[in-house]
């Protein structure tokens, strides 16, 4: 009786062994080795599915973009409103290798701290110097050579459509700026300058001009320009000149590299708006714009005050 059982256990056993092996032939062996045709369109329709989710998941990642990393064109170039114009320029100014040397003023410590505190207070900031040797004579003005190509481009575009722009003021050195404020404040004590009863006086004088030290054309890349018949920068704004410069959030302008120095709205950074007055910072640098830009525009200068 219990051999009897034992036989059967036995077989039973032998063949559950061979169903195993012929499960593992047919699973492993025959599979791969000799590969039916109906396995193979398996495998390739495997494939296929493998890639398309790869495209799928690929495109769903595109999708996702969180809405404030997208940014709004104007034209051909990404929108900046006066704000993002003004710190772009002082991101390319830090990032432009130039000469953060304080200068004096009327080379008297008291009445240039008191100089420098009204200024400041308006919100001028100290600007960097070009290196001189780097700058360019070119029709009575003084800029770097890629500011005058630029320009040059631009006015015979600008020519072209009966529009006649005038480069009128580029690079200052601290002593051109030096002339042109005492020159405005002629006739004045400089020693009484401190007491305040010229406040006034000084506070009128730097609606329109910069100190030394202070002025963006120290930098060679600001740019007065004036317009026709018109010499006078006062008038800009009112120009053809300005009206084709401006159109579109400045997308001419920005297709030559310009962008306005003074616009009208942001923080104030000292005088009055100026529109006459552009800073060169390259095409490319604008055509890449994005406020990731400007995330580094707190940091302090590298050689800086
Ligand atoms: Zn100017």
Redesign the pocket.
């Known amino acids: 009786m219990f051999q009897g059982n034992k036989k059967y256990i036995v077989i039973f056993l032998v063949l559950l062994l061979w169903g195993a092996a012929l499960f593992v032939v047919e699973r492993f062996s025959l599979l791969h080795t000799f590969p039916q045709e109906e396995h193979q369109e398996e495998l390739a329709q495997d494939d296929n599915f493998e890639e398309v989710n790869v495209e799928k998941v690929e495109m769903f990642q595109e999708e996702v973009i969180p809405e404030e990393e997208k940014i709004p064109f104007c034209g051909l170039f990404p929108c900046m409103d006066a704000q993002d114009f003004v710190d772009l320029f002082n991101l390319f100014e830090r990032n432009a290798h130039l000469s953060f040397l304080r200068k004096y003023i009327f080379q008297d410590e008291l009445v240039d701290n008191y100089l420098r505190n009204l200024a400041e207070s308006r919100g001028y900031q100290q600007r960097g110097f070009a290196d001189p040797k780097k700058i360019i004579h070119f029709e009575n003005v003084e800029t770097y050579p890629e500011v005058r190509d630029a320009y040059v481009r631009m006015r015979n575009e600008m020519m072209k459509e009966g529009i006649r722009l005038h480069f009128v003021?580029g690079y200052r050195s601290s002593t051109h700026q030096r002339t042109l404020i005492k020159n405005k404040l002629m006739g004045i004590q400089t020693e009484l300058i401190p007491s305040g009863i010229y406040d006034d006086l000084i506070d009128k004088m730097l609606k329109v001009s910069a100190l030394p030290g202070y002025s963006?054309?120290h930098t060679g890349y600001?740019v007065?320009f004036g317009c026709g018949d018109d010499y006078l920068v006062y008038s800009f704004a009112s120009t053809n000149c300005y009206e084709w410069l401006s159109a579109e959030n400045f997308e001419n302008a920005k297709r030559f590299g310009f962008i306005p120095?003074y616009p009208e709205g942001g923080r104030p950074q000292g005088p009055d708006p100026?529109p006459?007055?552009f800073v060169w910072v390259s095409p490319d640098i604008l055509k890449n714009f994005s406020p990731k830009t400007l995330e580094n525009t707190e940091e302090p200068l590298e050689n800086g005050l």
């Open positions: 003021s963006k054309h600001a007065d120095s100026e006459w007055e």
